[in-house]
Each structure stands twice: as C-alpha cells, then as structure tokens.
C-alpha cells in the first residue's frame, strides 16, 4: 500500500512537470499580413545555462534598444522578384529597406528560406541574387523537448562580372564571367532546455530552447567559360580573410503563442558566453519628444562585398552628430550595435563573425536623423 501511495505521489509530480513543457505547433508559423518586432537587449554577463528542464531565463532587468525592426510577411506573389523563387508561399521585407526580399516557403514540415533578392545593394547597379540549395531549414513546423533536427545546405551568390569594378577583376589572368561567394553550411539543432522566460516589460512566457550549431565553410569561386566554376579563395586581396570554416552556436526561445522568436541569443567562441540577444517587443520603442527623419543620401560602404571589415562614408559626417551603427540581417534581426566617436577618421565596422548574406545598415544621429545603406557578407 505504502509503495502504490509513493508510485502515485511520483507520477503526480512528474505529470506537472511534463504538463509544463512547451511545445511548438505549426500555429506559429508566419502567413501573409504577420509583422513581427524584435529589438537589441542589452544585458551584461548572460550566460548559457546547461540543457534540461524546468528552468528559469529572467531577462527583466535588460535595457531595450530603441531601435525596433518590423519583419512584414506578404504573399509571394507581391514580391517584385517572384519569377526568381518559384516555390515560394511568402516574401520578407523590413523597415530598414524596401530594396531587399527574402523568400520563403511554408509546408507542413516548416519554413524554408529558398533566398534573397535585392536591387543594388553593393552599389555596382546590378540586381543580386542568393539562393539556398537545398532550401534552408528555418524553423521545424512541429517541435518538442529533446528533438534534434539536422540539415546540409549551400548559400550561393553570383554577381556578373560586368558589375564588378576593374579593381577586382585586375586580379586574374583571364576575366572570369561571374563571381560568386560560396558557404557550404552545415547545421543541426535540439531542444534542449524549457521553461519560463520574463522580458522587460514583466511578461512571462512558457518557452522552448533550441540549441543551433552551424557550421560555415565559406569560400570565393569564379566561373570561366571553358572551365566552369573554380575556388579563387586564395586570389582575393587578403589572403580571402573571413573565408573558411567557422562554427556559430546561437539559443531560439520560442513560445507557440507567439510567432517571432520570443528570443534569440548568440555565443561567443566560447558557446557559453552570450554576446547578442534580440527579443520580441510588441509595441513600438520610440522617444515621443523626437521625430525620426531618414536622410536620402544614401551611406556608402566600401568594399561592398566584403568578408571582414567594411569602411562606411556617412552624409554630412562632419556635422551630423552620429552616435551609433546598427546592423540587421535579411531576417530583421539585429546583429551589431556599435557607438560612433565623430572624432576618429572614416569609421570601419567588422563583419567577420556575421553569417553569408545581406544586411541593412543604419546611422542614428543625437537629434533623431537615420542614414541607410547595404552590404553583402561573403
């Protein structure tokens, strides 16, 4: 009697613990008509906790940037570039540029990123276009505690040769036809943790963690006409610097009643010590004593593309009171904030540790004034 009485008490309490894990649900997948909002946290010393269940992440005491980044869904065929991605269901633009659009393509078993397409976003006046082969796996459209999932995927970018400068062809014996950056990635996640989640504005969430590892083997191929392509890695200036292998650990915290990613931490090389974290914010972060004003002069970036560092020309630099830089991917996340001193020569960011892709870049001055430009990662 006593041993049925323990049994029960036992799975009394491992029943609340299982009724407590979170699981997702096609229901959070992105239609036509979702934008969703997510912004820079800013909280110092966050570190991964140990996978496992039942666990607490209290981000309440975090400073919010307010720079918000809506991601708009439409219908794929409201994308200006829709021949290019013919699977697609839905394409993503974002408030930093009307110039760039992701496509992606939702079925049962999730989303998938088919690629980006954009206008001129390295200033050359040619239209680029990336794409994933396979599809990348964004998001499983059903997940639960201890899944693990794994993909193989390849980025390709081309870019004709006639939209690149003298400079940069000078660089082979025999002019190439086209020019393209190449990640071969390879990528796995799990579900390794759940539990509950408090944002700075005191809400409390039911979340699953999904560790991603993924891992990059980047490199620059040119194609010739009586060759195809072929590994130029090691022609470009630099010696191909930010090319190769690199591994990048980042943590999704998802809730099914919300279908942004609620958070998203990335590590360090340490994969313990988070050095970026983005969180969904529902309602817009503005100073009501200030109007935002985007300028129409454009930033310029040079080189565009680059691997590893990038120089920025703003408009007016010398006059305009510039304090910070931020950068957002394709996805409308926010992946770099960096303050600005007016004093130093032409500033200079570092990209080298952002994945392969297009980002937009943004300028913010003291008195509300925003300058834009793009870039490409290779």
Same mark, same amino acid.
């Given at each position: 009697?006593?041993?049925?009485?323990?049994?029960?008490?036992?799975?009394?309490?491992?029943?609340?613990?299982?009724?407590?894990?979170?699981?997702?649900?096609?229901?959070?997948?992105?239609?036509?008509?979702?934008?969703?909002?997510?912004?820079?946290?800013?909280?110092?010393?966050?570190?991964?906790?140990?996978?496992?269940?039942?666990?607490?992440?209290?981000?309440?005491?975090?400073?919010?940037?307010?720079?918000?980044?809506?991601?708009?869904?439409?219908?794929?065929?409201?994308? /200006?570039?829709? *021949?290019?991605? &013919?699977?697609?269901? !839905?394409?993503?633009?974002?408030? @930093?540029? +009307? #110039? %760039?659009?992701?496509?992606?393509?939702?079925?049962?078993?999730?989303?998938?990123?088919?690629?980006?397409?954009?206008?001129?976003?390295?200033?050359?006046?040619?239209?680029?276009?990336?794409?994933?082969?396979?599809?990348?796996?964004?998001?499983?459209?059903?997940?639960?505690?201890?899944?693990?999932?794994?993909?193989?995927?390849?980025?390709?970018?081309? /870019?004709?040769? *006639?939209?690149? &400068?003298?400079?940069? !062809?000078?660089?082979?014996?025999? @002019?190439? +036809? #086209? %020019?393209?950056?190449?990640?071969?990635?390879?990528?796995?996640?799990?579900?390794?943790?759940?539990?509950?989640?408090?944002?700075?504005?005191?809400?409390?969430?039911?979340?699953?963690?999904?560790?991603?590892?993924?891992?990059?083997?980047?490199?620059?191929?040119?194609?010739?006409?009586?060759?195809?392509?072929?590994?130029?890695?090691?022609?470009?200036?630099?010696?191909?610097?930010?090319?190769?292998?690199?591994?990048?650990?980042?943590?999704?915290?998802?809730?099914?009643?919300?279908?942004?990613?609620?958070?998203?931490?990335?590590?360090?090389?340490?994969?313990?010590?988070?050095?970026?974290?983005?969180?969904?914010t529902a309602k817009p972060i503005v100073n009501s004593n200030q109007?935002?004003?985007?300028?129409?002069?454009?930033?310029?970036?040079?080189?565009?593309?680059?691997?590893?560092?990038?120089?920025?020309?703003?408009?007016?630099?010398?006059?305009?009171?510039?304090?910070?830089?931020?950068?957002?991917?394709?996805?409308?996340?926010?992946?770099?904030?960096?303050?600005?001193?007016?004093?130093?020569?032409?500033?200079?960011?570092?990209?080298?540790?952002?994945?392969?892709?297009?980002?937009?870049?943004?300028?913010?001055?003291?008195?509300?004034?925003?300058?834009?430009?793009?870039?490409?990662?290779?």
């Amino acid at each position: 009697m006593k041993k049925t009485a323990i049994h029960l008490l036992l799975f009394f309490f491992i029943g609340i613990n299982l009724n407590g894990q979170t699981s997702i649900t096609p229901a959070s997948l992105p239609i036509p008509g979702d934008t969703f909002k997510v912004s820079r946290l800013i909280l110092l010393g966050q570190m991964i906790s140990p996978e496992g269940p039942n666990q607490i992440w209290d981000l309440s005491s975090g400073t919010v940037s307010n720079n918000q980044q809506h991601s708009i869904y439409y219908a794929a065929n409201d994308g /200006i570039f829709r *021949s290019k991605y &013919p699977l697609a269901t !839905l394409v993503g633009k974002n408030n @930093a540029s +009307d #110039s %760039i659009e992701t496509y992606f393509r939702v079925t049962s078993t999730g989303i998938y990123n088919l690629g980006t397409a954009a206008k001129d976003p390295i200033g050359f006046g040619a239209q680029v276009f990336s794409k994933y082969e396979p599809a990348y796996w964004t998001r499983p459209a059903n997940i639960n505690y201890l899944d693990t999932f794994a993909q193989n995927s390849n980025f390709i970018g081309a /870019i004709p040769a *006639s939209a690149l &400068p003298d400079t940069l !062809l000078s660089i082979f014996p025999i @002019a190439p +036809d #086209s %020019i393209r950056l190449k990640n071969v990635i390879k990528r796995s996640l799990k579900a390794d943790a759940w539990g509950l989640m408090t944002l700075p504005s005191g809400q409390s969430f039911d979340v699953l963690r999904v560790k991603q590892t993924q891992i990059n083997d980047q490199r620059f191929e040119a194609k010739f006409s009586f060759l195809g392509w072929q590994d130029i890695t090691s022609l470009v200036p630099g010696g191909g610097f930010g090319t190769g292998i690199d591994t990048v650990v980042s943590y999704q915290f998802y809730n099914n009643q919300t279908k942004e990613v609620l958070c998203n931490m990335t590590t360090d090389s340490t994969f313990q010590r988070v050095v970026n974290i983005t969180i969904k914010t529902a309602k817009p972060i503005v100073n009501s004593n200030q109007e935002v004003t985007i300028l129409k002069t454009p930033i310029k970036v040079f080189p565009n593309p680059a691997a590893s560092y990038i120089n920025l020309e703003l408009p007016d630099y010398q006059n305009l009171r510039y304090q910070k830089l931020t950068v957002w991917d394709a996805l409308g996340r926010l992946v770099i904030i960096q303050d600005l001193d007016t004093n130093v020569g032409i500033p200079s960011l570092n990209i080298g540790a952002l994945s392969t892709g297009m980002y937009i870049l943004e300028a913010h001055t003291s008195d509300g004034k925003v300058s834009r430009g793009s870039f490409q990662k290779l």
